[in-house]
């Protein structure tokens, strides 16, 4: 069975997602494929090592000696891996299809520097929707997508990434905690229809028994950084209401410590949503993508 790590991966997938569905969805099998091979391990051990439970899975006492041996296992892997890449004479760009908020305000600098030490070649990042980005990787026009919005294809493998958390923002001061009823004194730059962002704050307006009707809305933009720029350069006269809008906190990190923005939260809510790695079924055994997918989720940028 060692010499089939495919198995092992399995198994360590179901309990770093306490799921065995979730687990299928990671690893782009069928759920009744990842139970096959749960239960190969057991029969091959001859002994249970994972008891499903109603909140999840748990380790049997085996299973828990199976898991560390099993961690072992896929360090060493991991830097076998790193090592083989060196030896693969392959001149290649590696194509990033991000998402906006991705593509301009996470990945650059630092990050994409380290993926291209990774795989010892050039890396070319494309910005563009979540859905775009899905679509270039069944059209194979770029290797890998970094994604804010879970556009779920039959033949793409998504991995969970970085937990992102949207803020309120404005060029003028805000109260650190915003009541439900302060969300209507401000004026509002939004976000275009289509937006999975907009969707997502609606969402939460919703949970708080807020109409978004009562919001005081100047215009709409269709990209993060438009939102950005507009806020920076609003009106900041003080007999009129901050002009305020929700964006990614890794967006104005540096506008926010050098204090030109200003972001608050809702008492007693957090607006925060999933980013997502994904790439091609048909590549999830590809040296490049394991090794860029491996240094993304080890490193978080």
Known sequence: MLKDFAKLETFLTVIRE??????????????????????FIEKYLDCK????????????????????????LEKCINSAERDLIKIINKEITFRIGASFTIGNFIIPGKCLNNIKEVIHNDVQVKVELSAQVIEDILNKKIDLGLIESPVFKDDVIYREWLDDELVIFSNRPLPRSLKPD????????????????RKLVKEVFEEIGFDCNNLDVLYEVDSTSTLKTSILK????????????????????????????????????????????????????????????????????
């Open 18 to 39: 306490h799921s065995f569905s979730k687990a299928s969805a990671k690893l782009g099998i069928s759920q009744p494929a990842v139970t096959q091979q749960i239960k």
């Open 49 to 72: 090592v994972i008891e499903r439970k109603k909140n999840g899975v748990i380790l049997t006492k085996e299973g828990e000696d199976l898991y560390r041996i099993a961690l072992r």
């Open 182 to 197: 302060d969300l209507k004194s401000y004026r509002w730059i939004c976000r275009n229809e289509s937006s999975h962002t």
């Open 234 to 301: 609003a009106d900041k006269d003080e007999s009129k209401p901050p002009v305020v809008s929700v964006i990614s906190h890794a967006a104005i990190t540096d506008e926010v410590e050098a204090g030109q923005l200003y972001e608050a939260k809702i008492r007693g809510h957090r607006i925060k949503r999933k980013l997502y790695i994904a790439y091609s079924k048909e590549r999830k055994h590809d040296a490049f993508i394991e090794n860029v997918v491996g240094y993304l989720q080890q490193a978080k940028c």
